[in-house]
């Protein structure tokens, strides 16, 4: 039974920095994308951020491109989504997510079949 559990969420001033982890369990990094989404306040959930299963791809939302960066810890099994320079439209739940069938990944919530519970970011001054 594939699980994934987030930490690391808070409250952060702009400019700020916040490290996300998730930590997978039931299933190797080596064999399932990983990717992190958000759901901001009153919004849909987006995507922000995916890592390929071969850690060789990894996709950046716009938002996310040039500030954020996933990152993952095969002996912890544990991805990270490191996030710099936040601004208050970062805020929102944060989700991670797996996709263990298929071999290409696409960085999209439809694509995603086991979720984690959330960790709740909030940008604010």
């Known amino acids: 039974q594939v699980q994934l559990v987030e930490s690391g969420g808070g409250s952060v001033q702009p400019g700020g920095s916040l490290i996300l982890s998730c930590e997978v369990s039931?299933?190797?990094?080596?064999?399932?994308?990983i990717g992190w989404f958000r759901q901001p306040p009153g919004k849909e959930r987006e995507e922000v951020a995916c890592i390929s299963k071969t850690a060789l791809n990894t996709y950046y939302s716009r938002p996310a491109e040039g500030r954020f960066t996933i990152a993952r810890d095969i002996a912890k099994n544990t991805v990270y989504l490191h996030m710099n320079d936040m601004r208050g439209e970062d805020t929102g739940i944060y989700y991670c997510a797996a996709d263990p069938r298929r071999s290409v990944y696409f960085c999209l919530t439809q694509f995603f079949d086991t979720w984690g519970q959330g960790t709740q970011v909030t940008v604010s001054s």
């Open positions: 039931g299933i190797s990094l080596e064999e399932t994308h």
